[in-house]
């Protein structure tokens, strides 16, 4: 059963336009929300996150939006540059107790053309 | 430089022989993590460790080993009773003052 789901394998953009990279969840017990970019043979790097108490987190060119209604997010990211041409996955945080775990989407290739 | 490191990169082994894969960190987290990559499947978590000489079986553990001697070091053995044990292998891990976790490089193995 796939927790969190991307269901974009993949996305074309032009360089300068907006990428928007989204994101379904199941659980309601997520609590926390993150984004991680990955270039091949590489591990992922942390780009942004966001709690279930908020609804928008901007940091630069990257944007999350949270509707927890529709248990949707998405990244923005504008404007786009090549250099931002990656796999983005989304990640999500159960809540309660100490432990500490990340369910992550099957990722979203980013590729964006000069 | 603080930092998770694994090693090898690169590593090849014969089916049936178990393999032992290394993640190492200095960034003083209490907290480890072992993830799998396949194509097409995103990162499934292995094995994870809140705290020293204590882990927990993630969503995929079977033929798979951990042990938390040492906070810096949480190794990985992929032991013969794994299927399917080519993949990219990724390590983490999270301090308690973070919300998110940090990556290794990442160990591409390779069962012939």
């Known amino acids: 059963d796939q927790q969190v789901k991307q269901n974009s394998p993949s996305l074309s953009v032009q360089e300068g336009r907006i990428s928007i990279l989204n994101c379904d969840y199941t659980?309601?017990?997520?609590?926390?929300f993150l984004w991680y970019k990955k270039y091949p043979a590489e591990g992922p790097t942390f780009l942004i996150s966001?709690?279930?108490?908020?609804d928008k987190n901007e940091d630069g060119r990257f944007t999350v939006f949270l509707n927890k209604s529709a248990k949707h997010l998405s990244l923005h990211i504008v404007p786009s540059q090549p250099g931002d041409s990656a796999v983005y996955f989304c990640?999500?945080?159960?809540?309660?107790?100490?432990?500490?775990?990340?369910?992550f989407g099957k990722g979203t290739l980013l590729t964006v053309n000069p | 430089d603080g930092g998770i490191t694994q090693s090898p990169k690169y590593l090849f082994r014969k089916e049936g022989q178990n393999v032992t894969l290394s993640c190492e960190q200095n960034?003083?987290?209490?907290?480890m993590y072992w993830y799998r990559q396949d194509p097409g499947q995103g990162l499934r978590l292995i094995y994870y460790?809140?705290?020293?000489?204590?882990?927990q079986k993630g969503d995929i553990a079977e033929g798979y080993s951990v042990s938390r001697e040492k906070k810096e070091s949480f190794p990985l053995t992929v032991t013969s009773a794994q299927k399917n044990p080519t993949a990219f292998y990724l390590c983490?891990?999270?301090?308690?003052?973070?919300?998110?976790?940090?990556f290794g490089q990442g160990t591409r193995l390779t069962v012939v």
């Open positions: 983490a891990s999270k301090g308690a003052l973070n919300t998110e976790a940090f």
């Open positions: 659980n309601s017990m997520f609590d926390y």
């Open positions: 966001i709690s279930s108490i908020k």
């Open positions: 990640a999500a945080r159960s809540s309660g107790g100490s432990n500490y775990k990340l369910t």
């Open positions: 960034l003083n987290h209490d907290a």
């Open positions: 460790s809140q705290i020293v000489n204590d882990f």
